[in-house]
């Protein structure tokens, strides 16, 4: 078995990384991420894919921002601050001070909670069937689910394999960190990398043209889209990662309770 995996902290490390190196010799005659057309990668061209990144998918923005701002009128908040009365605080509690009682003074209380986090593998690997739609009905799923759990207080740290390929005994895996625990919701800043098929088809194709390790069995082509769950989970995923695809959204139909209810959390 011959795994080739690259991992990058952002997007730009990842364009930088692959436009600084030449076609590696398996994919020396390719050139698919330029030369594909628009019906196919819903771009013009790779550099309007780079701006569709550093500007943000515009086209889509007002349909996600409707997406997540719906679920977030539909949470109910955890108020973490007690308010209770004291001796010192903010402000004065007037019947407490008529009657002269030493807490007479409004606070405030933090109450400490242990904070959850989740790691999400989030793949846009799809086959050449797999329409703009799909690519961006998926992509807004996924960003409605990091919204609700962080609503809940879960801490999401969200990785993008964009590109998850088989051909024979060979595997590549292209990953990149797009948000970190800390990090909040981005939805400019993500909505290209979760969903426009460029991100897929035309950089990560650039990045297979350019990754080394390739064998000479990898034959003619872009390899074959990979889904077998033992070996992502065995080769790609970090421990207690999540694993979510195009097939994994459209499986419970984009419902963002659906998918998370079958996460599992704990």
């Known amino acids: 078995m011959n795994i080739v995996k690259e991992h990058f902290k952002s997007i730009d490390e990842m364009i930088r990384t692959i436009e600084s190196r030449p076609n590696n010799k398996i994919m020396r005659n390719e050139d698919s991420s330029r030369s594909n057309d628009y019906e196919f990668t819903k771009t013009h061209s790779y550099d309007e894919a780079k701006k569709l990144y550093q500007f943000g998918y515009k086209e889509i923005l007002p349909q996600i921002k409707r997406a997540v701002g719906e679920q977030t009128s539909q949470m109910s908040f ?87 390929a088989r051909e024979d005994d060979d595997r590549a895996f292209g990953t990149i960190d797009v948000k970190d625990y800390r990090e909040h919701l981005d939805l400019q800043k993500l909505c290209f990398p979760v969903a426009h098929p460029s991100m897929f088809r035309r950089l990560g194709f650039k990045w297979l043209e350019t990754v080394e390790g390739l064998k000479e069995n990898w034959p003619y082509g872009y390899g074959s889209q990979f889904n077998d769950k033992q070996e992502i989970e065995k080769y790609l995923l970090d421990k207690d990662e999540i694993f979510v695809d195009l097939k994994y959204t459209k499986k419970y139909d984009y419902d963002v309770k659906e998918i998370i209810k079958n996460f599992n959390i704990k």
């Open 78 to 164: 955890i108020n973490r601050r007690q308010v209770t009365t004291n001796v010192i605080g903010y402000a004065p509690h007037v019947p407490n001070a008529i009657l002269g009682l030493p807490n007479s003074m409004i606070a405030t209380e933090s109450k400490p909670q242990k904070t959850k986090t989740l790691s999400i593998c989030y793949c846009i690997t799809a086959n050449c069937f797999t329409d703009k739609e799909e690519f961006v009905r998926s992509g807004i799923a996924i960003l409605g689910v990091i919204n609700s759990l962080e609503l809940q207080g879960i801490r999401v740290k969200l990785r993008i394999c964009f590109y998850c």
